[in-house]
């Protein structure tokens, strides 16, 4: 079964940090984009970060550069969405997706290009 498993995410003091994993089963993150997205109560589903180990590739919104990095671990076949100095605004619900057409991180981080998806993972952030 082909399938992203999240862990991670929690309640942190404003300019705190957490580390997202995401780890795929039943296919190997190296041929395939991996994006991350969040979504805050009322608001779209907006993208966070994209890695392409395929193309070699990554991209982050402008809201999180400089904050966010993304790392991978091959033997786990996991990749890590890891905030730093994080903010109130960073509440959200967080998902990882698999992208099968593996387009990259070149453009924008659009939902609609991704086909299997995380279970996500409530990150809170308080003031």
């Known amino acids: 079964q082909l399938q992203l498993v999240q862990s991670g995410g929690g309640l942190v003091q404003d300019g705190g940090s957490l580390r997202l994993s995401c780890a795929a089963f039943g296919f190997s993150l190296d041929y395939y984009t991996i994006g991350w997205f969040r979504q805050a109560p009322g608001k779209e589903r907006e993208g966070v970060s994209c890695i392409s180990i395929s193309r070699d590739s990554t991209s982050y919104a402008d809201s999180v550069k400089g904050r966010f990095t993304l790392s991978r671990d091959d033997a786990m076949n996991t990749v890590f969405l890891q905030m730093n100095s994080l903010k109130p605004e960073d509440t959200a619900v967080y998902y990882c997706?698999?992208?099968?057409?593996?387009?990259?991180?070149?453009?924008?981080?659009?939902?609609?290009?991704?086909?299997?998806w995380g279970q996500g993972t409530q990150v809170t952030v308080s003031s």
């Open positions: 997706a698999a992208d099968w057409a593996d387009r990259g991180c070149s453009g924008s981080i659009d939902s609609k290009e991704y086909d299997v």
